[in-house]
């Protein structure tokens, strides 16, 4: 593979790859809210079940039940898209480093 001198668009093209870095982890925080939040709410159902009557309040269960399991399932698919675009763009910021010979740059820093 033949070595190239790098140049301020290859530093511009690692620090976009960076940002789009930093909105995946954004976005992977988010997510880890997201997916927590129905723990919390069948936490708070669970010590509070003894003060009502489950198959009384089945009108209100039943959809948040349903609302709970719809978050936990979009909060593992943020996770699991955030976690693929870190891995893509780690690949991506490592082939730039190869085809250009940055070693020496990185390692003086």
């Known amino acids: 593979m033949i070595k190239k001198e790098f140049s301020s668009d290859v530093y511009n093209a690692i620090s976009l790859l960076l940002a789009e870095k930093r909105t995946s982890l954004a976005i992977l925080r988010t997510a880890i809210a ?3 939040l129905p723990i919390s709410v069948f936490t708070v159902l669970i010590a509070t079940s003894r003060y009502y009557d489950v198959m009384a309040s089945l009108h209100f269960i039943i959809p948040l039940l349903t609302i709970c399991i719809l978050l936990i399932i979009f909060g593992a698919y943020l996770i699991l898209r955030s976690f693929k675009r870190i891995k893509d763009v ?3 910021i490592q082939e730039i480093k190869k085809q250009y010979n940055m070693k020496d740059i990185i390692d003086s820093c």
């Open 34 to 36: 997201i997916f927590t």
């Open 90 to 92: 780690d690949h991506k």
